[in-house]
């Protein structure tokens, strides 16, 4: 039985401006750091065996927040990066729907198999993604030793994983949290994932970047 603390990466201005980021190397805001820096804190004393992150910089500088403190080293898998949305990518709900009307249609009723447009990238569909999330995540908490690991990723892949669990279909709207540096604790026992506690957030109240210190 290995234990996945998985963790969504800090805020990012796109983020903020509800741009959908995807394969798109964003990194974190100030927000998104002094995120970061909490979650360090409050894993310091995790006993860990590994820490992961997609190699996109918000999930690394997320990472790497928990890694230095404690002297590990974060390896980075392509796997635990978010999907891709091609064209989609650096657009806001309204751009999209104005440029790509059919394919935002698509895109809102969550149909599995629809591949938006090229962009710079392209696009995997959702049942591709997921298959590729879970694949990853499954493979990382598989080595053997592992009893404790720590997974710093994104939204989608967390959605992945909470559906799997939940044995949800992807056409249900998300009804779940999928919080930005939050912890979300789950199992693997070499089948199946199980839930302990999801979408924790009380690391990041009253948190700045310098412990006791409040910027604001």
Known sequence: ????????HGET???VGKRLQGHTDIGLNSEGVRQAAALGRALLDEPLDAIFS???RRAYDTAQ???LPRGMKVQTEQGLRERCFGAFEGLNHPEIKERYPEDYLAWQHREIDARYPDGE????????FSARAVACISRLASTPGYRKIAVATHGGVLDSIYR??????YEHPRDFD????SINRV????????ILQWGDVAHLEHASLDEGDNPK
């Open 164 to 169: 799997r669990v939940k044995n949800m279909g």
């Open 13 to 15: 201005e796109w983020n």
């Open 54 to 56: 997609s190699d996109l």
């Open 65 to 67: 927040a928990v890694a």
């Open 178 to 181: 999928v919080l930005n540096a």
């Open 187 to 194: 199992t693997w026992d070499g089948q199946n994932f199980k």
């Open 121 to 128: 990238r392209r696009a995997e569909t959702l049942r591709e």
């Open 1 to 8: 039985m290995t234990e996945i603390l998985l963790i969504r």
